[in-house]
């Protein structure tokens, strides 16, 4: 299996989710306003948040990337997750993030962002990532914008009208021949 990377910011460890995340992801998953913008925007019930587990762990292996679970740092609690996404029929690689409701609007999805698109810059080489953000979902629209994000498309996803915001890796400076 492909290795996981743990990464950390200020407050938040990104780690591999494993099944000690299961019932606080099976919580998340079963909340109607945590799926409200996610797939069908049903929630669901342990077996399907068991696949779902299963399926974000297999794309590590198929494609070299995909969602961590966050936890805090100081306490090991599990917040949600985020990561990178591009399974068959997506239009391209995609940055998302879902938390708990009690640790939303404090900062965590813009600081795990932050990281995620690091490790696409720097570690995949991406050369582009999207977000896909329901029309509607405006506090994940702002923190794709927090992000860098730019709104360059509205888009038919899988039934959803939904903004398609980009990311594009950081400008270097070239290098300098000195004589």
């Given at each position: 299996?492909?290795?996981?990377?743990?990464?950390?910011?200020?407050?938040?460890r990104?780690?591999?989710?494993?099944e000690?995340?299961f019932?606080?992801?099976?919580a998340?998953?079963a909340?109607?306003?945590?799926?409200?913008?996610?797939?069908?925007?049903?929630?669901?019930?342990?077996?399907?948040a068991?696949?779902?587990?299963?399926m974000?762990l297999g794309?590590w292996q198929?494609?070299?990337?995909?969602?961590?679970?966050?936890?805090r740092?100081d306490?090991?609690e599990?917040?949600?997750?985020?990561?990178l996404?591009?399974?068959?029929?997506?239009?391209?690689?995609?940055?998302?993030?879902?938390?708990?409701?009690?640790?939303?609007?404090?900062?965590?999805?813009?600081?795990?962002?932050?990281?995620?698109?690091?490790f696409?810059?720097h570690?995949?080489?991406?050369q582009?990532?999207?977000?896909?953000v329901?029309?509607?979902?405006?506090?994940?629209?702002?923190?794709?914008?927090?992000?860098?994000?730019?709104?360059?498309?509205?888009m038919?996803?899988y039934?959803?009208n939904?903004?398609?915001f980009?990311?594009y890796?950081?400008?270097?400076e070239p290098?300098?021949?000195?004589?």
């Amino acid at each position: 299996m492909s290795q996981i990377p743990t990464i950390e910011t200020a407050r938040l460890r990104l780690t591999a989710l494993t099944e000690r995340h299961f019932n606080d992801y099976a919580a998340m998953l079963a909340d109607p306003e945590s799926t409200r913008w996610i797939g069908d925007g049903q929630p669901l019930d342990r077996t399907n948040a068991w696949r779902s587990l299963a399926m974000l762990l297999g794309h590590w292996q198929l494609r070299g990337c995909g969602m961590w679970a966050l936890e805090r740092k100081d306490t090991g609690e599990f917040i949600g997750r985020a990561g990178l996404m591009f399974p068959e029929g997506w239009p391209d690689l995609e940055l998302g993030w879902m938390l708990k409701p009690e640790h939303r609007h404090q900062g965590y999805a813009t600081e795990a962002g932050a990281a995620v698109l690091d490790f696409a810059w720097h570690t995949m080489h991406a050369q582009r990532v999207i977000s896909l953000v329901r029309i509607g979902n405006e506090a994940s629209d702002r923190v794709a914008e927090r992000l860098g994000g730019e709104h360059v498309d509205n888009m038919d996803f899988y039934g959803c009208n939904t903004h398609l915001f980009a990311y594009y890796p950081p400008i270097r400076e070239p290098r300098r021949a000195w004589a």
